[in-house]
């Protein structure tokens, strides 16, 4: 079973990404700040497949500058480098896509193809990356 750890501040998408993908047969962990995405991942015991980060999350830091600031140091944290890192986002499709670019992302999703393509398409999305 894949690991997930999703970083995401709304609870709405936090309950529907992680409902989504736990019925598609992911384990997704989830928190909302900065602070507890570094306390999560510094206790889990093996790293998630892949982590999720919202670009608006509330506070200082959002979630581009968490994954750019991650990518920069992942070789020193002691960690598997093949952990994917991908932006979630609302933003327009050409602004995340230029985001994730110039923060190091391996990828995007864009939440609006949960309203307008459905569930199916994000959980390929997620698949794809991991693949």
Known sequence: MKTI???EDEVFFQKAISDILTQNGFCIQVVSTWMDFTHTYFSMKNPPDMILFDINLGGTVGG???L???RKNQGFLGKDLKTKL???SSLEEEELRNKAFLCGADGYISKSCLK?????SFVNKVRSYLS
């Open 5 to 7: 750890l999703l970083v």
């Open 64 to 66: 581009d500058k968490l």
């Open 68 to 70: 750019s600031t991650f």
């Open 86 to 88: 991908v932006l979630v």
């Open 116 to 120: 307008l393509l459905g569930a199916d």
